[in-house]
Protein backbone atom coordinates (compact mmCIF):
# COMPACT_ATOMS: atom_id res chain seq x y z
CA UNK A 1 0.00 0.00 0.00
CA UNK A 2 1.27 3.63 -1.04
CA UNK A 3 -0.55 6.80 -0.33
CA UNK A 4 0.96 9.78 -2.38
CA UNK A 5 0.76 12.99 0.43
CA UNK A 6 1.31 15.47 -2.52
CA UNK A 7 0.09 15.45 -5.82
CA UNK A 8 -1.84 18.25 -8.26
CA UNK A 9 -4.23 18.80 -10.31
CA UNK A 10 -6.59 21.32 -12.08
CA UNK A 11 -10.79 20.57 -12.31
CA UNK A 12 -11.31 21.95 -15.86
CA UNK A 13 -14.58 22.88 -13.90
CA UNK A 14 -12.90 24.51 -10.89
CA UNK A 15 -14.85 28.18 -11.23
CA UNK A 16 -17.75 26.85 -12.71
CA UNK A 17 -19.54 27.14 -9.28
CA UNK A 18 -19.26 30.60 -8.41
CA UNK A 19 -21.99 33.19 -8.23
CA UNK A 20 -23.30 35.25 -11.52
CA UNK A 21 -21.91 38.40 -10.04
CA UNK A 22 -18.32 37.22 -10.23
CA UNK A 23 -18.68 35.70 -14.34
CA UNK A 24 -16.39 39.10 -15.17
CA UNK A 25 -13.35 38.40 -13.09
CA UNK A 26 -13.42 34.86 -12.42
CA UNK A 27 -10.49 33.14 -13.83
CA UNK A 28 -10.63 30.84 -16.78
CA UNK A 29 -8.81 27.71 -17.96
CA UNK A 30 -7.37 27.53 -21.53
CA UNK A 31 -6.75 24.28 -23.69
CA UNK A 32 -4.30 23.90 -26.41
CA UNK A 33 -5.11 22.25 -29.32
CA UNK A 34 -4.20 18.49 -27.88
CA UNK A 35 -6.61 19.23 -25.11
CA UNK A 36 -3.81 19.99 -22.46
CA UNK A 37 -3.92 22.58 -20.11
CA UNK A 38 -1.97 25.68 -21.39
CA UNK A 39 -3.36 28.75 -19.83
CA UNK A 40 -5.44 30.46 -17.22
CA UNK A 41 -6.57 33.67 -18.11
CA UNK A 42 -7.66 35.69 -14.49
CA UNK A 43 -9.11 39.30 -15.16
CA UNK A 44 -9.38 40.04 -11.17
CA UNK A 45 -6.36 38.97 -10.83
CA UNK A 46 -4.77 41.66 -8.49
CA UNK A 47 -2.02 44.28 -10.45
CA UNK A 48 1.26 43.28 -10.36
CA UNK A 49 3.25 45.31 -9.06
CA UNK A 50 6.97 45.92 -9.77
CA UNK A 51 9.41 43.54 -8.36
CA UNK A 52 7.17 40.53 -8.02
CA UNK A 53 8.58 37.36 -10.08
CA UNK A 54 5.80 35.01 -10.49
CA UNK A 55 5.43 31.79 -12.81
CA UNK A 56 2.34 32.15 -14.66
CA UNK A 57 -0.02 29.01 -15.52
CA UNK A 58 0.07 26.50 -16.15
CA UNK A 59 3.40 25.06 -14.36
CA UNK A 60 5.34 22.27 -14.62
CA UNK A 61 3.67 19.01 -15.38
CA UNK A 62 0.67 20.11 -17.86
CA UNK A 63 2.08 17.85 -20.74
CA UNK A 64 0.82 15.21 -18.59
CA UNK A 65 -2.63 14.31 -18.97
CA UNK A 66 -3.26 13.36 -15.88
CA UNK A 67 -3.26 17.27 -14.51
CA UNK A 68 -6.75 17.44 -16.11
CA UNK A 69 -8.07 13.91 -16.26
CA UNK A 70 -8.55 11.57 -13.26
CA UNK A 71 -9.08 8.52 -15.46
CA UNK A 72 -5.45 9.29 -17.25
CA UNK A 73 -3.87 10.06 -13.76
CA UNK A 74 -5.11 6.14 -12.53
CA UNK A 75 -3.90 4.46 -15.37
CA UNK A 76 -0.46 6.19 -14.41
CA UNK A 77 -0.63 5.41 -10.64
CA UNK A 78 -1.43 2.27 -11.69
CA UNK A 79 1.56 2.10 -13.52
CA UNK A 80 3.74 3.21 -10.61
CA UNK A 81 2.79 1.84 -7.61
CA UNK A 82 0.41 4.19 -6.20
CA UNK A 83 -2.63 3.27 -4.60
CA UNK A 84 -3.94 6.58 -3.12
CA UNK A 85 -3.29 10.19 -3.83
CA UNK A 86 -4.01 13.30 -1.33
CA UNK A 87 -4.81 15.93 -4.01
CA UNK A 88 -3.92 19.43 -3.93
CA UNK A 89 -4.88 22.29 -6.91
CA UNK A 90 -2.63 23.02 -9.58
CA UNK A 91 -2.15 26.29 -7.61
CA UNK A 92 -0.12 28.55 -10.06
CA UNK A 93 -1.01 32.17 -11.06
CA UNK A 94 -4.85 32.78 -9.67
CA UNK A 95 -4.13 31.82 -5.86
CA UNK A 96 -2.71 33.49 -3.34
CA UNK A 97 -4.07 36.18 -0.26
CA UNK A 98 -3.54 38.89 -2.22
CA UNK A 99 -6.67 38.76 -4.45
CA UNK A 100 -10.12 40.13 -3.10
CA UNK A 101 -11.69 38.52 -0.28
CA UNK A 102 -14.85 38.22 -1.58
CA UNK A 103 -13.67 36.94 -4.94
CA UNK A 104 -11.09 34.29 -3.02
CA UNK A 105 -13.99 32.93 -0.83
CA UNK A 106 -16.19 32.39 -4.10
CA UNK A 107 -13.47 30.51 -5.45
CA UNK A 108 -11.94 28.48 -2.95
CA UNK A 109 -15.39 27.11 -2.58
CA UNK A 110 -16.06 26.58 -6.28
CA UNK A 111 -12.97 24.59 -6.12
CA UNK A 112 -13.87 22.66 -3.15
CA UNK A 113 -16.97 21.89 -4.42
CA UNK A 114 -15.33 20.25 -7.29
CA UNK A 115 -12.79 18.93 -5.47
CA UNK A 116 -15.38 17.25 -3.69
CA UNK A 117 -17.49 15.70 -6.19
CA UNK A 118 -14.16 14.26 -8.13
CA UNK A 119 -13.50 12.60 -4.31
CA UNK A 120 -17.13 11.09 -3.80
CA UNK A 121 -16.42 9.93 -7.78
CA UNK A 122 -13.14 7.84 -6.41
CA UNK A 123 -13.54 7.58 -2.93
CA UNK A 124 -11.11 5.06 -2.97
CA UNK A 125 -8.48 6.48 -4.42
CA UNK A 126 -8.19 10.20 -3.96
CA UNK A 127 -8.60 12.65 -0.89
CA UNK A 128 -8.66 16.51 -1.57
CA UNK A 129 -7.50 19.20 0.74
CA UNK A 130 -9.64 22.21 0.46
CA UNK A 131 -8.38 25.17 -0.20
CA UNK A 132 -9.02 27.92 2.48
CA UNK A 133 -9.21 32.07 1.81
CA UNK A 134 -6.92 33.09 4.71
CA UNK A 135 -7.22 37.37 3.29
CA UNK A 136 -11.15 36.76 4.97
CA UNK A 137 -10.66 35.19 8.24
CA UNK A 138 -14.20 34.70 9.16
CA UNK A 139 -14.50 32.88 5.10
CA UNK A 140 -11.98 30.93 5.82
CA UNK A 141 -13.51 30.11 9.17
CA UNK A 142 -16.56 29.34 8.12
CA UNK A 143 -14.97 27.21 5.11
CA UNK A 144 -12.91 24.94 7.31
CA UNK A 145 -15.94 24.56 9.27
CA UNK A 146 -17.68 23.12 6.27
CA UNK A 147 -14.59 21.40 4.65
CA UNK A 148 -14.75 18.83 7.97
CA UNK A 149 -18.59 18.41 7.98
CA UNK A 150 -18.17 17.13 4.14
CA UNK A 151 -15.44 14.77 4.78
CA UNK A 152 -12.31 16.52 3.72
CA UNK A 153 -9.54 15.15 5.58
CA UNK A 154 -7.73 18.44 5.69
CA UNK A 155 -6.87 21.50 3.90
CA UNK A 156 -3.31 23.37 2.30
CA UNK A 157 -2.17 27.03 3.41
CA UNK A 158 0.41 28.76 1.19
CA UNK A 159 3.78 28.61 2.97
CA UNK A 160 3.90 32.01 3.34
CA UNK A 161 1.57 35.26 3.46
CA UNK A 162 1.87 37.68 0.50
CA UNK A 163 0.51 41.42 1.55
CA UNK A 164 -0.80 43.88 -0.46
CA UNK A 165 1.91 46.40 1.26
CA UNK A 166 4.71 45.25 -0.16
CA UNK A 167 6.43 42.65 -2.52
CA UNK A 168 7.57 40.37 0.38
CA UNK A 169 5.63 37.25 2.60
CA UNK A 170 5.35 38.22 5.74
CA UNK A 171 5.44 34.81 8.45
CA UNK A 172 2.08 33.05 9.26
CA UNK A 173 2.99 33.44 12.57
CA UNK A 174 2.92 37.10 12.17
CA UNK A 175 -0.59 37.05 11.58
CA UNK A 176 -2.36 37.70 14.08
CA UNK A 177 -5.85 37.46 12.85
CA UNK A 178 -5.74 34.20 11.87
CA UNK A 179 -6.22 33.46 15.59
CA UNK A 180 -9.75 32.42 14.73
CA UNK A 181 -8.53 30.13 12.05
CA UNK A 182 -6.35 28.52 13.90
CA UNK A 183 -8.68 27.51 17.05
CA UNK A 184 -10.71 26.25 14.04
CA UNK A 185 -7.92 23.96 12.69
CA UNK A 186 -7.12 22.21 15.72
CA UNK A 187 -11.12 22.20 17.55
CA UNK A 188 -12.12 19.95 14.22
CA UNK A 189 -8.89 18.58 14.05
CA UNK A 190 -7.76 19.50 10.69
CA UNK A 191 -4.64 18.85 9.17
CA UNK A 192 -3.08 21.60 7.34
CA UNK A 193 -0.87 21.29 4.40
CA UNK A 194 1.82 23.89 3.98
CA UNK A 195 2.57 24.26 0.10
CA UNK A 196 4.42 26.87 -1.82
CA UNK A 197 2.41 28.81 -4.28
CA UNK A 198 4.12 30.77 -7.49
CA UNK A 199 2.96 34.15 -6.73
CA UNK A 200 6.67 35.60 -6.67
CA UNK A 201 5.77 37.36 -3.64
CA UNK A 202 9.29 36.14 -2.17
CA UNK A 203 12.90 37.83 -0.98
CA UNK A 204 14.94 34.78 -2.40
CA UNK A 205 12.99 35.76 -5.97
CA UNK A 206 14.25 39.26 -5.42
CA UNK A 207 17.18 39.31 -8.53
CA UNK A 208 19.61 41.40 -6.72
CA UNK A 209 19.13 38.82 -3.61
CA UNK A 210 20.22 36.48 -5.64
CA UNK A 211 22.85 38.42 -7.71
CA UNK A 212 25.22 38.55 -4.93
CA UNK A 213 24.60 34.47 -4.10
CA UNK A 214 22.61 35.58 -0.51
CA UNK A 215 19.79 32.64 -1.84
CA UNK A 216 22.44 30.17 -0.43
CA UNK A 217 23.08 31.94 3.08
CA UNK A 218 19.75 32.66 4.52
CA UNK A 219 16.71 30.42 5.52
CA UNK A 220 13.97 30.66 2.90
CA UNK A 221 10.71 32.03 3.72
CA UNK A 222 9.10 28.87 4.15
CA UNK A 223 11.43 27.96 6.52
CA UNK A 224 11.00 31.41 8.41
CA UNK A 225 7.58 31.24 8.37
CA UNK A 226 7.48 27.37 10.02
CA UNK A 227 9.68 28.50 12.13
CA UNK A 228 7.53 31.56 13.26
CA UNK A 229 4.51 29.09 13.85
CA UNK A 230 6.06 28.28 17.01
CA UNK A 231 8.45 31.45 17.89
CA UNK A 232 5.36 33.64 17.50
CA UNK A 233 3.70 31.23 20.42
CA UNK A 234 1.01 30.39 18.05
CA UNK A 235 1.32 26.67 18.52
CA UNK A 236 1.79 27.33 22.41
CA UNK A 237 -1.71 28.59 21.98
CA UNK A 238 -2.87 25.79 20.33
CA UNK A 239 -0.48 22.64 20.71
CA UNK A 240 -2.92 20.55 18.63
CA UNK A 241 -2.48 21.86 15.56
CA UNK A 242 -1.09 19.86 12.95
CA UNK A 243 1.18 20.47 10.02
CA UNK A 244 2.65 18.85 6.75
CA UNK A 245 5.61 20.66 4.74
CA UNK A 246 5.68 19.83 1.78
CA UNK A 247 8.15 20.06 -1.13
CA UNK A 248 11.33 21.23 0.55
CA UNK A 249 13.10 18.12 1.08
CA UNK A 250 14.57 17.03 4.52
CA UNK A 251 18.39 18.39 4.38
CA UNK A 252 17.73 21.66 6.47
CA UNK A 253 15.62 20.02 8.98
CA UNK A 254 19.00 18.58 11.32
CA UNK A 255 20.96 21.57 10.76
CA UNK A 256 18.16 24.04 11.99
CA UNK A 257 16.66 22.27 14.85
CA UNK A 258 19.78 21.67 16.19
CA UNK A 259 20.89 25.48 16.15
CA UNK A 260 17.50 27.02 17.53
CA UNK A 261 17.44 24.15 20.20
CA UNK A 262 21.21 25.42 20.94
CA UNK A 263 20.00 28.85 21.42
CA UNK A 264 17.19 28.23 23.62
CA UNK A 265 18.45 29.16 26.44
CA UNK A 266 21.12 31.02 25.92
CA UNK A 267 22.41 34.84 26.56
CA UNK A 268 22.43 36.80 23.20
CA UNK A 269 24.86 40.01 23.11
CA UNK A 270 24.37 42.67 20.40
CA UNK A 271 28.01 42.82 19.38
CA UNK A 272 27.06 45.76 16.76
CA UNK A 273 26.00 48.20 19.07
CA UNK A 274 28.23 48.92 21.97
CA UNK A 275 25.46 50.76 23.88
CA UNK A 276 23.11 47.50 23.64
CA UNK A 277 22.86 45.00 26.79
CA UNK A 278 23.03 41.52 26.74
CA UNK A 279 19.79 39.29 27.81
CA UNK A 280 18.78 35.89 27.93
CA UNK A 281 15.33 34.66 25.49
CA UNK A 282 13.54 34.33 28.80
CA UNK A 283 12.47 30.39 28.79
CA UNK A 284 12.18 29.18 32.47
CA UNK A 285 13.17 32.63 33.67
CA UNK A 286 10.58 34.72 35.71
CA UNK A 287 10.77 38.42 34.06
CA UNK A 288 9.85 41.16 36.28
CA UNK A 289 9.32 44.83 34.80
CA UNK A 290 12.84 45.76 36.73
CA UNK A 291 14.41 42.87 34.62
CA UNK A 292 13.01 44.25 31.90
CA UNK A 293 14.73 47.31 31.90
CA UNK A 294 17.95 45.69 32.00
CA UNK A 295 17.29 43.24 29.03
CA UNK A 296 16.43 45.70 26.54
CA UNK A 297 18.64 45.95 23.77
CA UNK A 298 19.39 49.53 22.42
CA UNK A 299 19.10 48.11 18.76
CA UNK A 300 15.89 46.31 19.24
CA UNK A 301 12.71 48.39 17.36
CA UNK A 302 10.22 46.49 19.59
CA UNK A 303 9.42 46.01 23.68
CA UNK A 304 10.48 42.94 25.10
CA UNK A 305 7.21 41.69 25.53
CA UNK A 306 6.82 41.94 21.85
CA UNK A 307 10.25 40.71 20.58
CA UNK A 308 11.48 38.16 23.06
CA UNK A 309 10.07 34.52 21.49
CA UNK A 310 6.79 33.26 22.55
CA UNK A 311 8.23 29.60 22.05
CA UNK A 312 7.71 27.84 25.32
CA UNK A 313 9.73 24.59 24.61
CA UNK A 314 12.57 23.75 22.24
CA UNK A 315 11.81 24.02 18.61
CA UNK A 316 12.59 20.27 18.54
CA UNK A 317 9.41 19.71 20.70
CA UNK A 318 6.89 21.61 18.00
CA UNK A 319 9.16 19.67 14.67
CA UNK A 320 8.57 16.24 17.04
CA UNK A 321 5.07 17.18 17.88
CA UNK A 322 3.32 19.48 15.03
CA UNK A 323 5.54 19.13 11.99
CA UNK A 324 5.50 16.57 9.40
CA UNK A 325 7.19 16.51 6.31
CA UNK A 326 6.69 15.19 2.82
CA UNK A 327 9.59 13.26 1.16
CA UNK A 328 12.28 13.68 -1.73
CA UNK A 329 13.52 10.13 -2.14
CA UNK A 330 16.33 10.87 -4.10
CA UNK A 331 17.68 13.40 -1.22
CA UNK A 332 21.04 12.00 0.09
CA UNK A 333 19.97 13.38 3.56
CA UNK A 334 16.95 11.59 3.88
CA UNK A 335 17.75 8.99 6.02
CA UNK A 336 19.68 11.25 8.22
CA UNK A 337 16.27 13.43 8.60
CA UNK A 338 14.43 9.77 9.11
CA UNK A 339 17.09 8.78 12.40
CA UNK A 340 17.13 12.32 13.36
CA UNK A 341 13.54 12.99 13.72
CA UNK A 342 11.79 9.04 13.29
CA UNK A 343 10.37 7.79 10.78
CA UNK A 344 6.61 8.73 11.97
CA UNK A 345 7.19 12.54 11.29
CA UNK A 346 7.18 11.51 7.14
CA UNK A 347 5.12 10.89 4.38
CA UNK A 348 5.25 9.49 0.86
CA UNK A 349 5.36 11.87 -2.13
CA UNK A 350 5.34 12.15 -6.20
CA UNK A 351 4.65 16.14 -6.48
CA UNK A 352 2.93 14.51 -9.50
CA UNK A 353 2.40 15.48 -12.38
CA UNK A 354 5.35 18.83 -11.50
CA UNK A 355 8.70 17.83 -13.39
CA UNK A 356 10.84 19.90 -10.38
CA UNK A 357 13.80 18.20 -9.29
CA UNK A 358 11.34 16.05 -7.30
CA UNK A 359 8.48 15.97 -9.19
CA UNK A 360 11.12 14.58 -12.15
CA UNK A 361 11.73 11.12 -10.26
CA UNK A 362 7.83 10.46 -9.92
CA UNK A 363 7.89 7.57 -11.81
CA UNK A 364 10.79 5.53 -9.70
CA UNK A 365 10.02 7.05 -6.44
CA UNK A 366 8.49 3.78 -5.01
CA UNK A 367 11.40 1.89 -6.67
CA UNK A 368 14.00 4.68 -4.58
CA UNK A 369 12.38 4.33 -1.20
CA UNK A 370 12.31 0.40 -1.83
CA UNK A 371 15.90 0.00 -2.70
CA UNK A 372 17.04 2.36 0.55
CA UNK A 373 19.36 0.17 2.40
CA UNK A 374 19.22 2.92 5.42
CA UNK A 375 15.93 3.35 6.47
CA UNK A 376 14.66 -0.21 7.94
CA UNK A 377 11.70 -2.22 6.38
CA UNK A 378 9.37 -1.60 9.19
CA UNK A 379 9.78 2.59 8.30
CA UNK A 380 9.30 2.10 5.23
CA UNK A 381 5.80 0.99 5.65
CA UNK A 382 5.16 3.80 8.12
CA UNK A 383 6.56 6.10 5.26
CA UNK A 384 4.73 4.36 2.57
CA UNK A 385 1.33 4.99 4.56
CA UNK A 386 0.85 4.02 7.45
CA UNK A 387 1.40 7.61 8.95
CA UNK A 388 -0.47 9.42 6.17
CA UNK A 389 -3.56 6.78 6.61
CA UNK A 390 -3.12 7.44 10.76
CA UNK A 391 -2.39 10.92 10.12
CA UNK A 392 -5.48 11.71 7.70
CA UNK A 393 -7.59 9.06 9.44
CA UNK A 394 -8.15 7.72 5.84
CA UNK A 395 -8.64 4.18 8.23
CA UNK A 396 -12.23 3.74 6.22
CA UNK A 397 -10.75 4.17 2.95
CA UNK A 398 -8.67 0.81 2.90
Known amino acids: ?43 GAPPHKAGLTPIGAPGSGAHYP ?21 M ?17 AAMAHSWNLAALEIDRKYPRHIASMAVMPLQDVQSAVEE ?11 VVLDKVFPVNEHIYSEALGAQRQLKPFWAAAEALDMPIFLHAIQHGHR ?6 FQKEGLDFFAPNEGQMSLVSLFSSGVLDEFPKLKFVYTEAGTEFIERLVRDLDATFDKEIVDYDNEDATPFFRGRG ?13 AKALTPPDVYLEKNKKPASHYFKNNFWFTIETEE ?42 RISERDKERIRYENARDFLNLGRHF
Open 1 to 43: MIIDCDTHFMALDAFERMPAKFDAVKPRIRLDEHGAYSALEFP
Open 66 to 86: GMISMEARAQEYAGMGIDFTV
Open 88 to 104: IPQLNSWWNYTVDPELA
Open 144 to 154: IQWAHDQGFKG
Open 203 to 208: ISNNVA
Open 285 to 297: HDFTDERHEILVR
Open 332 to 373: HFFPDAVEFLGADRFLFATDYPHDDPGGAMKFRDVEILASSK
